[in-house]
């Protein structure tokens, strides 16, 4: 008898909690299947809080993964060229940057964003080169989340711009969303937690946009630098 009333009130003890987990947990996926990408993207917000000199640097691709090739020309390889010079810039000027890698070494998407969230930066940019069947696509564009976040929005237009400044072969302007569906979203500005841009500096496929990276490449950084730096102040009032 003893045992069986003890289960009872076990029963009845558990009953709400488990009514309470269950609401809240249909709750979450309610708000996710109705405001789908901008709940996500609010959702990875929570609780974090960035450190205002720390930004985060991705050179895109690396190691087994080449990313666009023209001849014996890898993206990962200019990708990583001008990320350094960037990384070194901001350093210079009083910045904490964290890079998703510094070599050519292999780094999953998941790690990416795992760096830059666990170093609580404040700003991701992903640097790349742009590739295309048609040898003639040239410029630069840049590639924000699909709910067209206003810091992440801002950070684009603001290295856009710069760049645009430095002398570039076309501006092709700011896009949201992904390539292949603008519902979808690129893994970095999925998963980080902080305001991210993908930058495409130029088209490695196009002869032309790779003389004027090649001869541009610390102007470019300065711009990139410039961009970064433009949008910290502004987010954080100054
Ligand atoms: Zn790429």
């Not at 959702?43 to 190691?63: M, R, S």
């Not at 896009?175 to 088209?203: C, Q, W």
Request: charged residues 25%; glycine residues 6%.
């Amino acid at each position: 008898m003893k045992n069986s009333r003890e289960r009872n009130n076990r029963k009845t003890f558990l009953f709400p909690i488990i009514a309470l987990f269950s609401l809240t947990f249909s709750a979450v996926l309610a708000l996710i299947m109705v405001g789908g990408d901008e709940t996500v993207y609010y959702l990875k917000q929570l609780n974090f809080v960035p450190d205002e000199k720390t930004v985060c640097i991705d050179p895109g691709h690396g190691g087994e993964s080449s990313g666009a090739v023209l001849g014996s020309r890898y993206e990962k390889d200019d990708n990583l060229r001008l990320s350094l010079l960037v990384r070194d810039i901001l350093t210079d000027r009083g910045y904490t940057v964290v890079m998703t890698r510094d070599k050519d070494s292999d780094v999953s998407l998941s790690e990416r964003c795992r760096i830059a969230n666990k170093a609580r930066a404040s700003l991701f940019v992903s640097i790349h080169r742009n590739s295309s069947s048609s040898s003639s696509a040239t410029g630069m564009e840049m590639w924000v989340h699909s709910t067209k976040p206003t810091d992440d929005a801002l950070l684009a237009q603001n290295i856009l711009d710069c760049l645009d400044v430095a002398g570039i072969s076309q501006n092709r302007g700011i896009h949201s969303g992904y390539r292949e569906g603008a519902d979808k979203n690129y893994y970095i500005n999925r998963n980080t937690k902080m305001p991210s841009v993908l930058a495409e500096i130029g088209f490695i496929s196009n002869t032309d946009d790779n003389k004027v990276f090649d001869e541009s490449l610390e102007k470019y950084a300065k711009a990139i630098a410039d961009g970064i730096e433009m949008t910290l102040k502004e987010m954080n009032g100054a």
